[in-house]
């Protein structure tokens, strides 16, 4: 501004020779968009605890300010991505909640088949809809779940809520259990019955003594390639609360025993190299219960980490 | 227990000259009740904005246990109340939720005759069925609402919130807005369209500047007075965040500027002692972001008076 | 957006009845401008002890989202207004950033000769620049400060910081002692120093004892009259730890026995309503330690009030 | 430090117009002594519920340097006064830490005659040794106590705790009831048998409705009168819980309804000014719990309004 | 309830195919019991430091319900077990308490030869009475303690405190300083003195840096293996204070450098499949100083884990 | 003191078998010293982002006293140290306070040229000055910067901050680049800009990704090797945010994936042991936001287990 150059809208410093990670987020204003999709999909009121992960997404971008562009392991700055806003929902009506993020996600995914979306939740109850609609635009999918449980629970007692995403799609024939694969189940958090429903549909269920014993990495791989075989892409879910709570200390359901920074790292340096993988959704934390947006930081790190991945696919 | 005199599976000291106001709630077994009956109603997923209210009704119990039933004002002791326990909600169908709380009302107030109800929020959505029920149960009735805000607002943006419960009564023709009493209405905290919407429909506003200036229990007489010209029964509706945000730091929209703790033990001992008020709701405190359980301990203290003047009822 | 209606970038829901505060705030962008102008001054470096109140600009701004434009107690919306942003701080340069502001203010200032400038610091050290180019640009001017301190510190110890503005504005010639009143200066927070300072140079000085004894309004009908003897506009500065720590929490020097919020409101109204108000700042309030933000939701409140008044004005 | 004077072992700014408050601490080095006397009674393992309130007396010193010496109200500086330090505690025989209470008390007391002790608990076990030592070397003695709870429970069912102490005191003779004033009693805070109890001995009670309905300076004027009928000397203790939870947050047994900051002031200035209050104790304060030290600093400005009554004593 | 079918003193919501761990709890009402037994043992006046481990027994029962039953490593739920209540203690005779829970464990061990108690601490005082009533009770036995410190200090500085028990059973010749297994002490969290002592009567001491080199499984086999050469049954002591602070928050001795979720989980699987594991107590948890309840949910975990070995018994 | 045994300026308990590290630390006073010197540098005013790290060398020095002198690990205490007290700072004038740093630190390395310093910050800005010091007192030198940024940040934008140390050393001639040996740098944490200056000027940097793959000791083995080959001397300098989120959380610029308490541990032995190290910063510890003091436990852990490996230096 002529004659008041130091009057700014964004507060804050500058440095010439750093580049924050939240600048890469551009408002999508309709038209064309390619590379890679940011859709906040804020909903956590079908969960079943107390949940303000409809925070999340402001969060996120927001920590993505605590990070720079900047990948030193590859030299490399990470490349801008289309921030496509927040789905609106509804106050009081959660099934219109989720008709609403079905239909927007189905928009932009088909009108943007080059988008590869990586949607904030909310809750877990989003990757219902959302699977369902990248299915429906993209074709052949399997999903890879990391979570510390199956959310496969029955969905007479409580409705469709965060802890029934799996077995809606795979009630719904939208997901073949075979082509679910779970990384990180924990011990005395879930239920037989649904260890149970999950074996006879075929999910693939690696549990954190699997995670501890065989290696994150390894698990992936076995994953990856098993899914290849029949489906074309892949879409991962990443509930946060598969990490230990020292870790994520602001998920709902925190819990000792889960995964650690590095491992997560890993993993999401390699889904992101991974040409297959199509879309990702990260879900399950409350940034009001959060210390020092400590997990919005994992999360906003994790992107980055898959998008360094993602900037090496030919 | 024969041998092990020192276990207990209620922790904590005994003082033979103290009873915790705790020990006044008695469960609900069936059968016949009469005086106060407390029911619990956790429902806060139609707030407009994040709210953990559906915790109050356990942590408002648990602070009677800071209380004891002795008034010294009166130099008496609180009787015992039924204590009707909690009404169960559904994960994701709030309107199933509206329903469960209208029917189970609607089940107390017509066995139990003679039941004063005292509910514990949730939010404010919960105040219109309940109040339907109670009407539909006892008869003619009017309500005297503390609130900062009017809760009238339209219900089409975003369905029956904890914005809506007196519009619905009103639309729906359950209550005349000229039976509606509404205090401590706070500046810069409603719209307009809905200060104009009561004032067409004859909904009686007082404002915090009112309650400055006039005195609380000035303007409780005039609206007991108004409202038994036409009405039986008077149905209080305490939000809590009626009061400054000093005294009741854990409502979800605190502010400056509202009723101190002095004014609300009146208001409390004089509806108490009022022999028409027949009913009491209690909403608006999110236990998860109060400090101290400050606003619990506030609500325990203000149902104590109330039940102070209750007993002093011919 | 055409075809995708529930994306958007500013999540959460929007009732047609209400219009949060905060869109009352337009980004200026050049060119003309009239009325009120809100100016973030995110300075706290000079401050004495450790304050984060540099993070209280976008915090007041994000709380006016907290509260309505409408004034019940007026039957009145409040008007929009003009955001001209915050000025950019130099990192570690501190005569530079008091630079800036004395630039950028008298920049405003001279430019738009109407505009009645809100300014939210940062700490008290703001002030004197501030008032500075306030009385350089629209000629003579006194001050009423609401404040538990004098803010009349020496120089030497410590160089030019919150606790010093009004002695430096003094000691350059900028304000007459005589032309600034202190309102609810408090025992046990200042040195006798400095009140001698103070009296020496004719400064009038109303303890927290007289505001309880006397009345806010009439001591600012006092100090009103008094200075519209000898200057022709005044300056209001409030450093909110005037308040009793009850009422605001996030001050850096919290204590007892200050204003409580109902007192605010009704100074903030009569300074709204007197015409030659024509300037006001909000200073030390840190979000860092505050509760809830309860400090700076008193803040916007307190704007919304002073707005409120300014709209009766002639 | 001759060449090094940037060099100190207590950190921070130094302003040569103000003295901090803790500056008027001395620490007592064998001796003679005389004036105020300030002594650390850090005890809290008899309390009833958890209490961190032995950590009070150093929060209570630490939070003097939030103020200076100065009474702007007085235009006086505050002198000195000799800091004892703290009685060591034992770590699990709690008797013989009452013990130590009484025996330190007696030797301070009785080696320094013209000393007024400050006691700073602590919980309000500590008062029962403490009395009894004051009145044993000062001779004749009533007592004004501050306090939501009589303090008169029995001894059997807990022994000798911070529920006891003036049962203590009456029931080993050491106080008649009737030179026993309690101020600020509270409704649902005690039990109808100790108030019968309190009764029955003479005991003067005034609850917080008499506080709100008479003033507190006219309850402490008569207060002062009776009990100079018949003793020659006033201990006043002060039990923090007395205030409302917005003002003294950091309680253990916080609750709505009790005194305000300014109630508090006025209070401590009137029995600062009394020649014949020769003692005072400050008890029930929990910086383990509190907000930002709110209490300890309200204790700590208590201190010095009590300090500055005392210098206009002839 | 006919009629009333949402009502419910349990609130909240109900999944046919999850059970909460915190079923697995059923009250013990006199008669028979076998297997597992819990008791709390809510006592932490003893501790050297302040210390509210006396919230922990109810705090970790209510973690209980943050899991389920379901081991999905065995594919088997855990069954129910008794759960015998919390020792009442004295408030001010903290010998008596010390009486009251040698009486209880001594009365329960003794009636109940089956059952292999669980203790819920308090502080590690607890472990002096508890063990020595294990060993009258069922004979001749080892302790594998997990601990930063040895708590073997003297017993005149602060009589028998959590700093004090395995002195004073080895003082009392209770325990054999060679039956006793020292694992994960830690660099500067202890006296020369007393390892010292320890190595002087023999105890196996086993410090951090053990664990990282050597394994926490092989250490264990070490121990299991030692102790029973000389002794029938081992006692299993956990001070969660053992664990790196990350992954135990909540402790009040916390510091780096300790063991993580994992080691913890692998010790706790094995001690629960070992058939001479007889008892087990968990101590140092203050739930009022943790983050999210973290260290009680460990502990709650710890126990499922245990429990989950145990039912590999034979 | 004769006849009060128990009164005492220093609260608390104390053991006759333990010795609290925090009382190694005697104060300086004028004349000889030598083994290690501890020197608080409260400032960070510098730093780009909000920082207390001021507060850390009180916190630092206070947390010492939550560990003892003893190390098991070698049987043996640590020998008493000097404190030489804090570095008072400029209110308002950056550029004094590091002037007073460096005049400072020269005057105590001049004067006493055994010592080995231990600095205390404050934040990263601090290093520029003491090095400089260092360097011109003790000859020629290269640093080992724990980290997970370089701070070679440009010096136009904000002046010598927290992110600019090291360049500022280069610049000035100070440092050549490749005798500073970064470790810990993280991705996405750091500007390409930035990276290359350093590779440009020669700097080693080591990744985290080197730190997981290589290992901290083999890591440091050749830091000190390649160090060693042109310069005399090592200066460590820790930025505690080299630390994984979890570890540390009270530093200013949290995030995931950096090291664990058991790395850091292992390193600051490595480096005591190593006969070359002469001096030790760290930095950007900011207890104002920490959880239970645990970043300042984790540096008083750092300092004890540097000074038990310094004790086996010949
Ligand atoms: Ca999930
Ligand atoms: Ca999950
Ligand atoms: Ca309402
Ligand atoms: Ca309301
Ligand atoms: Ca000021
Ligand atoms: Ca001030
Ligand atoms: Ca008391
Ligand atoms: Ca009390
Ligand atoms: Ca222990
Ligand atoms: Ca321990
Ligand atoms: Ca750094
Ligand atoms: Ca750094």
């Known amino acids: 501004m002529s004659g008041l150059p130091y009057l700014s809208h964004e507060a804050g410093f500058t440095d010439r020779g750093i580049t924050k990670a939240g600048k890469l987020l551009g408002n999508w204003k309709e038209g064309d968009a390619s590379g890679i999709g940011l859709i906040g999909v804020p909903l956590s009121k079908p969960s079943i605890s107390h949940s303000g992960a409809s925070f999340a997404p402001q ?11 900047y990948s030193i392991q590859d ?3 990470i490349q801008p991505i ?3 806003g927040d789905i609106t929902m509804h106050v009081t009506d959660l099934s219109d909640s989720i008709r609403r993020i079905e239909e927007t996600a189905a928009g932009i995914l088909n009108r943007h088949t080059d988008i590869l979306p990586i949607f904030l939740g909310g809750d877990h109850s989003v990757t219902a809809p959302l699977f369902k609609s990248f299915k429906e635009a993209r074709g052949k999918a399997g999903i890879i779940q990391f979570d510390a449980h ?14 029934t995403p799996f077995r ?27 260890t149970d429903y999950g074996k006879q549909h ?14 994150i990495l390894t698990i992936l791989e076995t994953a990856v390639h098993e899914l290849l075989k029949e489906t074309d892409q892949i879409y991962v ?14 998920c709902p359901a925190i819990g000792p025993g889960g995964m650690d920074a590095r491992m997560l790292i890993e993993a999401m340096r390699f889904l992101g190299e ?18 020092r947006d400590m997990t919005s930081r994992l999360a906003a790190h994790a992107i980055l980490t898959f998008l360094s991945g993602y900037q090496t696919r030919k």
Not at 150 to 163: A, T, V
């Open 59 to 69: 969060t996120i971008r927001k920590m993505m300010n605590s990070f720079t562009t």
């Open 75 to 77: 030299d490399m700055d």
């Open 82 to 84: 289309t921030d496509f």
């Open 150 to 163: 199956h959310d496969l629970r029955n969905l007479e007692d409580g409705g469709p809520s965060n802890g």
């Open 168 to 194: 809606q799609l795979i009630e719904k024939g939208v997901l073949e259990g075979k082509h679910l694969h779970q990384i990180g189940i924990r011990n005395f958090s879930n239920g037989k019955a649904y």
């Open 202 to 215: 075929g999910v693939h269920i690696y549990t954190m003594q699997d995670v501890y014993e065989t290696g």
């Open 237 to 250: 879910s990443l509930d946060m609360d598969v990490m230990d709570q020292a870790f994520a200390p602001g």
């Open 274 to 291: 991974t040409p297959q993988v199509k879309a990702l959704d990260i879900v399950e934390i409350d940034p009001a219960v959060d210390f």
